[in-house]
């Protein structure tokens, strides 16, 4: 790797890193300023569809620690901060950020099995199964969503709204407003959904047509998961509780064609 690209000091190695930084010092700035340019440099090269850059920069996002300080976060800030996975681990303080930054590596990475919990569906008498990754996978997640969401956001349908980032419901309903106000605008609205999309998405599909490592994605997609103390195997989908796939499961819907 080329020296100037490191995101570590130099003559630094990263397990040195916790004897001279603490989680309350962290420039948070700094660290989100790292890891934008490294993504809009993804973002460039997908647009000159330069899929050896990519690849080579999305290796240097998911290696920086500035990126790892920043996956560590997003899990320990959002609404299942305190929710454990299987091993019953929470990370809430400071010192267990900064190791759990520091130890996020996909060397020898093997995800463990999701706890399985079933949650109410809204009008609805089914439930919905939802399907709860440990702290240290999530942010491992976490850590490669933060490489694959440039690629995605770029080839992504103008018109998509849902699971993307500075979008919203309102957006939605602006361009609907816009192709239904018109004197010669469509008289109908088509409403489709689209069965169990995040349970039935195809494996093999995602593997071959993802662009991320494949051996970390086919750890997220194939750690199956525990309900009623049994462990049960993941033949298909994106499991609703992992980070990282709502962006799956757009660009399962873009059908993305990448060499």
């Given at each position: 790797?080329?020296?100037?690209?490191?995101?570590?000091?130099?003559?630094?190695?990263?397990?040195?890193?916790?004897?001279?930084?603490?989680?309350?010092?962290?420039?948070?700035?700094?660290?989100?300023?790292?890891?934008?340019?490294?993504?809009?440099?993804?973002?460039?090269?997908?647009?000159?569809?330069?899929?050896?850059?990519?690849?080579?920069?999305?290796?240097?996002?998911?290696?920086?620690?500035?990126?790892?300080?920043?996956?560590?976060?997003?899990?320990?800030?959002?609404?299942?901060?305190?929710?454990?996975?299987?091993?019953?681990?929470?990370?809430?303080?400071?010192?267990?950020?900064?190791?759990?930054?520091?130890?996020?590596?996909?060397?020898?990475?093997?995800?463990?099995?999701?706890?399985?919990?079933?949650?109410?569906?809204?009008?609805?008498?089914?439930?919905?199964?939802?399907?709860?990754?440990?702290?240290?996978?999530?942010?491992?997640?976490?850590?490669?969503?933060?490489?694959?969401?440039?690629?995605?956001?770029?080839?992504?349908?103008?018109?998509?709204?849902?699971?993307?980032?500075?979008?919203?419901?309102?957006?939605?309903?602006?361009?609907?407003?816009?192709?239904?106000?018109?004197?010669?605008?469509?008289?109908?609205?088509?409403?489709?959904?689209?069965?169990?999309?995040?349970?039935?998405?195809?494996?093999?599909?995602?593997?071959?047509?993802?662009?991320?490592?494949?051996?970390?994605?086919?750890?997220?997609?194939?750690?199956?998961?525990?309900?009623?103390?049994?462990?049960?195997?993941?033949?298909a989908g994106t499991p609703q509780g992992g980070i990282i796939s709502p962006i799956l499961a757009n660009m399962t819907l873009d059908g993305i064609e990448?060499?």
């Amino acid at each position: 790797m080329n020296v100037s690209y490191s995101t570590i000091p130099s003559g630094e190695r990263l397990t040195d890193v916790k004897y001279s930084l603490k989680w309350e010092d962290i420039d948070w700035k700094t660290v989100n300023e790292k890891v934008n340019k490294l993504q809009t440099r993804i973002a460039k090269a997908v647009r000159q569809r330069k899929w050896h850059s990519v690849k080579r920069l999305q290796y240097l996002l998911t290696n920086s620690f500035h990126a790892r300080l920043l996956a560590v976060k997003k899990v320990t800030q959002n609404k299942g901060k305190r929710t454990a996975g299987i091993d019953g681990k929470t990370w809430t303080t400071p010192l267990s950020k900064m190791k759990a930054a520091l130890s996020l590596s996909g060397k020898s990475y093997k995800a463990k099995p999701m706890r399985r919990i079933y949650i109410e569906k809204y009008g609805k008498k089914e439930k919905r199964p939802l399907s709860i990754p440990t702290m240290h996978d999530r942010a491992m997640q976490a850590l490669h969503a933060l490489a694959l969401d440039p690629i995605a956001e770029t080839t992504a349908d103008r018109a998509s709204f849902g699971f993307r980032q500075n979008r919203s419901t309102h957006d939605a309903c602006e361009l609907s407003f816009k192709c239904l106000s018109k004197k010669h605008s469509a008289q109908w609205v088509l409403e489709g959904d689209i069965k169990g999309c995040f349970d039935n998405i195809n494996h093999d599909w995602l593997l071959a047509n993802i662009p991320m490592d494949k051996s970390i994605l086919k750890q997220f997609l194939k750690a199956g998961f525990v309900y009623n103390r049994h462990l049960n195997p993941s033949k298909a989908g994106t499991p609703q509780g992992g980070i990282i796939s709502p962006i799956l499961a757009n660009m399962t819907l873009d059908g993305i064609e990448m060499q």
